[in-house]
Each structure stands twice: as structure tokens, then as C-alpha cells.
Nanobody, 126 residues
Framework: QVQLVESGGGLVQAGGSLRLSCAAS????????MGWYRQVPGKQRELVANSTGDGSVSTKYTESVKDRFSISRDNPKNTVYLQIFNLRPEDTAVYYC??????????????????WGQGTLVTVSS
């Protein structure tokens, strides 16, 4: 019903920048939170940045990235971005987009879904 498609990952040198994009599509009534997680092989997926409400209500970042990562949303396009500055080798991971989406399932009936993207690999060389 709802898909998230990420783009923007790749190989970059330490100190460089990237912008990740994630576009949601499908029968969407409303999107609440949209955010980014990352995962390194052998480790748990961790929250990197999250944006709730209309994108301006609340954003939060994990401590290790808050001065280098910036999350933003284009609500009419159902898209969330993650701008990453001053990349470090330890930022190497698969980055996943996540969204909490309301879809209409019947007459006056809605369901809240948590949806994940397929992931985009960011590799930072030293």
C-alpha cells in the first residue's frame, strides 16, 4: 500500500557531504513521523534523525550526529531528506528511511502503518 524509496547513497571521502532522499508513495492519508536509521553489519539499527508532525514540530538527532546531520521534509511531496556534512568513516552504514503513515482502509476507517525503505548504502573512505 505504501512504499518508501531512498536515494542518494554512495561512496564519499571523509569530510565530504551527501544528501539522502526518501519519497513515500501509495494511498497515503497523512504522514506523521518520518526519520532515518542506520545499520552496520553485526549491530542494531539505530535512530539517526527523526521529524514528527509537519516537519517543524519536533526533530531529534542521535548525539553523535547532531552537529553534522540535518533532517528536513517536503510535506507536499511526502519526502524526507537527510543532509550529512563532514562525513566520517564511522558513518559508513546502510541508511534506512522510516515513516508512520495513516492509510484509509474503509469508510471512516484508517490504519497507522510503520513502513521501511529498502536502504541505501553510504560508504565513507578515510
Amino acid at each position: 500500500q505504501v512504499q518508501l524509496v531512498e536515494s542518494g547513497g554512495g561512496l564519499v571521502q571523509a569530510g565530504g557531504s551527501l544528501r539522502l532522499s526518501c519519497a513515500a508513495s501509495g494511498r497515503i492519508s497523512r504522514i506523521d513521523a518520518m526519520g532515518w536509521y542506520r545499520q552496520v553489519p553485526g549491530k542494531q539499527r539505530e535512530l539517526v534523525a527523526n521529524s514528527t508532525g509537519d516537519g517543524s514540530v519536533s526533530t531529534k538527532y542521535t548525539e553523535s550526529v547532531k552537529d553534522r546531520f540535518s533532517i528536513s521534509r517536503d510535506n507536499p511531496k511526502n519526502t524526507v531528506y537527510l543532509q550529512i556534512f563532514n562525513l566520517r568513516p564511522e558513518d559508513t552504514a546502510v541508511y534506512y528511511c522510516n515513516a508512520h503513515v495513516w492509510v484509509q482502509t474503509g469508510v471512516l476507517k484508517w490504519e497507522n502503518l510503520e513502513v521501511w525503505g529498502q536502504g541505501t548504502l553510504v560508504t565513507v573512505s578515510s
